[in-house]
């Protein structure tokens, strides 16, 4: 079975820290992209950051650009996101999918940025 | 970036009746391979986002299929032949053609009447 399992959410005052993570299985973890989306409080999903199969390449969303960083370690099947300089307007579930393709989705991991 | 537009963004439905939802984007999603990486995505209450249709028509597996994709171009519809209880929630188009950044509509929220 295919599993997506994030954590690593929390309260986190603004201008705080916060990593994600994302273990998955059931698939050829290194055969994919892995995408992170979030989905804000009474707002759409958000196409947040996204990487290649070896961790070579990387992209953002222009809102987060600078401030978070999306990565990979392929030993242990497992998607990162570490989150800076965090502000209000990240609260969201934040959710791990597969591919660019977005095709299986993870359960999701809760960020309230609030202090 | 591509903006994706979907209509209605409300749309109370009577079971067992169908359902229309459409999305149009800001330009063609005709990639260069002639594909059109069009998809649509179903968010049930309280439960992760589920990819419904992808590439336009294509619908994965285990989706009922009352659940039909159709379009080109830059217009895109997704049709619910009959509407059942299950069904509830919002729906999301997304582009995957002019990427960074993959782009979502902004949701159309299905009802039951």
């Known amino acids: 079975e295919v599993q997506l399992v994030e954590s690593g959410g929390g309260l986190v005052q603004p201008g705080g820290s916060l990593r994600l993570s994302c273990v998955v299985s059931g698939f050829t973890f290194t055969s994919n992209w892995m995408t992170w989306v979030r989905r804000a409080p009474g707002k759409g999903l958000e196409w947040v950051a996204n990487v290649n199969k070896d961790g070579s390449e990387k992209h953002y969303v222009d809102s987060v650009k600078g401030r978070f960083t999306v990565s990979r370690d392929n030993a242990k099947n497992s998607l990162y996101l570490q989150m800076n300089s965090l502000r209000a307007e990240d609260t969201a579930v934040y959710y791990c999918?597969?591919?660019?393709?977005?095709?299986?989705w993870g359960q999701g991991t809760t960020v309230t940025v609030s202090s | 970036d591509v903006v994706m537009t979907q209509s209605p963004l409300s749309l109370p439905v009577t079971l067992g009746q169908p359902a229309s939802i459409s999305c149009r984007s800001s330009?063609?999603?005709?990639?260069?391979?002639?594909?059109?990486?069009l998809s649509w995505f179903q968010q049930r209450p309280g439960q992760s986002p589920r990819r419904l249709i992808y590439r336009v028509s294509n619908r994965d597996s285990g989706v009922p299929d009352r659940f039909s994709g159709s379009g080109s171009g830059t217009d895109f519809t997704l049709k619910i032949s009959r509407v059942e209880a299950e069904d509830v929630g919002v729906y999301y188009c997304?582009?995957?053609?002019?990427?960074?950044?993959?782009?979502f509509g902004q949701g159309t929220k299905v009802e039951i009447k």
């Open positions: 997304m582009q995957g053609t002019h990427w960074p950044p993959w782009t």
């Open positions: 999918v597969r591919a660019r393709a977005m095709d299986v």
């Open positions: 330009q063609s999603l005709v990639y260069s391979d002639g594909n059109t990486y």
